[in-house]
């Protein structure tokens, strides 16, 4: 089956550095994507890794290792409204849908 | 940005009525719209995904009678919750690909449709 490990919950320090990881097991691979959601509110979309190495955006940074089916999302210098709610979801097949599978989403506590 | 609007955001139901819920692309022109169900702390569930001009494509396990889709236009896609029970009490979620937009695996969302069914 397809399926997307992410842990459900992870807590930092404000203005620290945190890490949330992703492994992924898909029949395709088209691209890993991250996105954000505050509770309550939609999904927002954050960054995108199709090819191996890092991608940074401001204090966002996403990673992608396609042999270890493995990535990860960098938050830096971490703030009080980054407290939310993160998912990694793929892209697994190369049709004009462009349909993602999603993982469960890593709750992202953020402590004074 | 793509903004996409979804209304109503929240609707209270009583059982055996059917709810309309709307999602456009405020912006640009949607290819494909999906549409989400999601629980309390867990993840986006995709329901179906819809393509303008063509029918839905369903998730299974999705009954296609009591989740009623219909992409018209380019920018407007409804689901429409026929005979609602207190089961389908959720959070339903819709998003949009940019037609014009790169390939970058982005959707954008709406800010979803809360529905409680009495």
């Known amino acids: 089956g397809q399926s997307l490990e992410q842990p459900s919950e992870v807590t930092a320090v404000e203005g620290a550095i945190v890490q949330i990881n992703c492994t992924y097991q898909?029949?395709?691979?088209?691209?890993l994507s991250w996105y954000q959601q505050h509770d309550g509110g939609a999904p927002t979309f954050l960054s995108y890794n199709g090819l191996d190495g890092l991608e940074e955006t401001g204090r966002f940074s996403s990673f992608l290792s396609r042999s270890d089916s493995y990535g990860y999302l960098l938050l830096q210098e971490l703030q009080m409204k980054d407290s939310a709610s993160y998912f990694c979801a793929v892209r697994d097949k190369g049709d004009s849908n462009y349909q993602l599978i999603w993982g469960a989403g890593t709750k992202l506590i953020i402590k004074p | 940005g793509a903004v996409v609007s979804q209304h109503p955001s929240r609707v209270i139901c009583k059982s055996g009525t059917s709810v309309k819920i709307e999602c456009r692309s405020l912006d640009f022109q949607a290819t494909t719209m999906f549409w989400y169900r999601q629980f309390p702390k867990q993840s986006l569930m995709l329901m179906a995904t819809?393509?303008?001009?063509?029918?839905?494509?369903?998730e299974q396990g999705v009954e296609k009678d009591k989740f009623l889709i219909n992409h018209a236009s380019l920018t407007l896609s409804t689901l429409t919750v026929t005979s609602a029970h207190p089961e389908d009490s959720s959070f339903y979620i819709c998003s949009a690909r940019d037609r014009g937009g790169p390939p970058l695996n982005i959707q954008y969302f709406g800010a979803g449709t809360r529905l409680s069914v009495l």
């Open positions: 898909t029949s395709g691979f088209y691209g």
């Open positions: 819809s393509n303008e001009g063509s029918k839905a494509t369903y």
